[in-house]
């Protein structure tokens, strides 16, 4: 019996689509995987072995029709040998309705001599000015999908196969019961694999006894494959991959493959692992796409280039960053050689040299890594006027607002960290977690040049993003408030420094596992802001808090453990209790000429020198 599969349009993204519509979807695909296979004599005769090892054990009767087939077929009368209930009929209906690939290539000589001929019957029809023809289906359905029909007015609706309708209504309401599954020829009307129809109308009509369905033909089989490449795109994965390695299994079962078709599946679920960073797996393909470009293409050829900047991109991703190097510079090599530059070969020039300098930036190489950036941006500014590239700008300058901040020049950090903001906000305003990491990167330049309240505002925005997110991220919101509260102690502010403390120590306390010393160092944090705010004796109680998780840890050599005895000697000596004083600053000059590294650098070393 035909099914039908539905496809809400409605619906966003595929994790939202129930398993029916991911097979809406796989057949608007399989029609055009098959017909890009070409024909040749051998896939006429593996078709033909298939119907005889198929009818010898199913109906032996049947092999003289499997003779007759073999003598008299012509790809012209494909029409006719399916709609009489042949030998064809039943093995192509089978195999379209359980998905069986093997079954599939076998029988795509008649699959496609069978789309070609109600193609033209089509174009035959339109050429007669027949632009509206009604035809009925009788057809047995269970209740529960006359249910599922009913909540589906307005969606897409396609049949699992080629769909056999009547002209006769008459003809058509003998074949509505369960003792029937398939139309005669009478007035015979044959729809092709994939059609898709939109439901409109589904309603109990009493004078015949029977449920009907209203279908109107729709002709939006390329808007949904584009939309299915569009789900891709928008980050839900699942239904995306197990459609590419559908197509995938047909092409490495179809013995002629050529190295490029295969190659191109390949890439597809390469790219696919890439973005839902299951990168071993997404290596493992493309490597395999490399390989088979490497045999099908000319040296220099887009989709070459293209695959080694994605498998230059999952090294730079697992921090192999020498590697990803060579994969950038390959991907430079490989690019097609123009007589004349295009605007997208100069800003795909552009975007390998931003990536480049992006990998020197995690490699802490930064005049290469600036070298780059620069290199990118004056691309860039060649093709800006005719060429759709902000996603590429946004990164320039983002990433040369990090190199800028790495010289601590401030000021020409935050020309870059804006401009990368203005994009954002502009043309990917849902971006929320790059609008706060931006908004993070502003915050620390006016940190460090003193202009606290706008630091407090951007790190602010930042944390309203943060907390929002599921589940929240416990790193960022406490380094965020630990700004805020740094800020607020510069302001003198110290209670608003203490309440942002407390609220980070809070965070830091949930985390699993837990950084002891962090939270140690963050009760001597807030021990420093009581201090400051003259309440010693709660300055004193935070900071032998910290003390004792450093002891009870055994950390007694870390240098935040010579942070808090420093601390608690500055207190003591604001307390005018000198000796105590004396004994922890002097334990804290200990602590700090253990790690030797740090001797010279910490604060608190100079705190104690003069509290001493």
């Known amino acids: 019996m035909t099914t039908f599969h539905l496809f809400d349009q409605k619906q966003v993204s595929l994790k939202d689509l129930t398993r029916e519509s991911a097979d809406f979807l796989w057949y608007q695909l399989l029609k055009d995987v098959l017909l890009a296979m070409p024909e040749t004599v051998d896939s006429k005769i593996e078709m033909i072995d298939r119907f005889r090892i198929y009818y010898s054990s199913k109906n032996p009767t049947f092999l003289t029709k499997v003779d007759e087939f073999e003598q008299t077929y012509q790809s012209c009368d494909a029409i006719c040998w399916y709609t009489k209930d042949s030998i064809v009929y039943r093995l192509v209906n089978q195999a379209l309705r359980t998905e069986d690939i093997e079954a599939l290539l076998a029988v795509r000589y008649y699959i496609s001599d069978l789309c070609t001929c109600l193609k033209k019957e089509c174009e035959k029809l339109k050429v007669q000015g027949l632009d509206v023809l009604t035809v009925y289906r009788g057809q047995f359905l269970p209740t529960e999908d006359i249910d599922k029909l009913q909540q589906s007015v307005g969606q897409l609706i396609s049949a699992n196969g080629f769909l056999s309708t009547t002209r006769s209504l008459i003809v058509a309401e003998i074949y509505a019961g369960p003792e029937h599954s398939e139309m005669p020829h009478e007035e015979e009307v044959l729809f092709d694999l994939g059609t898709i129809f939109r439901v409109?109308?589904?309603?109990?009509?009493?004078?015949?006894?029977?449920?009907?369905?209203?279908?109107?033909?729709?002709d939006e089989t390329e808007n949904l494959t584009n939309n299915f490449m569009r789900q891709r795109r928008d980050r839900n994965y699942t239904q995306a991959l197990d459609h590419f390695q559908k197509r995938l299994t047909i092409y490495e079962k179809w013995t002629t493959y050529d190295d490029r078709a295969l190659a191109e599946s390949h890439s597809s679920l390469?790219?696919?692992?890439?973005?839902?960073?299951?990168?071993?797996?997404?290596?493992?393909?493309?490597?395999?796409?490399?390989?088979?470009?490497?045999?099908?293409?000319?040296?220099h050829h887009s989709a070459l280039s293209s695959t080694?900047?994605?498998?230059?991109?999952?090294?730079?991703?697992?921090?192999?960053?020498d590697l990803a190097l060579e994969y950038y510079l390959k991907a430079e090599e490989s690019a097609p050689t123009l007589k004349k530059f295009t605007d997208n070969s100069v800003l795909l020039s552009a975007h390998l040299c931003s990536l480049t300098g992006n990998c020197y930036l995690h490699k802490n190489e930064n005049a290469l890594a600036e070298q780059y950036f620069r290199t990118s941006l004056a691309l860039y500014e060649k093709c800006r006027s005719s060429v759709k590239g902000e996603n590429l700008l946004i990164d320039i300058q983002w990433n040369m607002g990090v190199v800028f901040s790495r010289k601590r020049e401030f000021y020409s950090a935050l020309e870059h960290y804006k401009e990368s903001l203005v994009l954002v906000e502009r043309i990917m305003p849902d971006e929320r977690i790059?609008?706060?990491?931006?908004?993070d990167g502003i915050g620390v330049c006016y940190e460090n040049i003193g202009q606290y309240d706008l630091c407090i505002e951007h790190a602010q925005k930042s944390l309203e993003i943060y907390e929002q997110c599921i589940p929240p991220d416990v790193e960022k919101l406490t380094d965020m408030h630990n700004t805020v509260a740094r800020c607020y102690c510069m302001k003198h502010e110290y209670l608003l420094?203490?309440?942002?403390?407390?609220?980070?120590?809070?965070?830091?306390?949930?985390?699993?596992?837990?950084n002891v010393a962090q939270i140690a160092g963050l009760h001597t944090s807030i021990g420093w802001s009581y201090h400051l705010n003259g309440d010693y004796n709660s300055a004193i109680d935070y900071c032998i808090k910290s003390l004792h998780i450093f002891e009870k840890h055994e950390l007694n050599d870390h240098v935040e453990y010579g942070n808090v005895l420093s601390t608690l000697g500055v207190i003591y000596f604001k307390m005018k209790d000198f000796e105590r004083a004396f004994k922890f600053c002097s334990k804290s000059m200990e602590i700090f000429s253990i790690n030797r590294n740090m001797e010279s650098e910490h604060p608190a070393i100079a705190d104690n020198y003069e509290t001493l």
Do not use: M
Request: net charge positive; glycine share 2%.
């Open 270 to 299: 390469g790219r696919t692992y890439l973005e839902i960073k299951h990168y071993e797996q997404a290596f493992e393909h493309l490597q395999i796409t490399l390989e088979l470009y490497k045999k099908s293409l000319p040296t």
């Open 308 to 321: 080694y900047r994605d498998l230059a991109n999952i090294c730079h991703c697992t921090k192999k960053y």
């Open 497 to 514: 420094a203490i309440k942002h403390r407390k609220q980070s120590l809070f965070l830091e306390e949930q985390k699993v596992p837990r």
């Open 434 to 439: 790059r609008i706060a990491e931006l908004n």
């Open 200 to 218: 409109e109308k589904v309603y109990f009509d009493k004078s015949s006894g029977f449920w009907k369905v209203n279908l109107v033909a729709a």
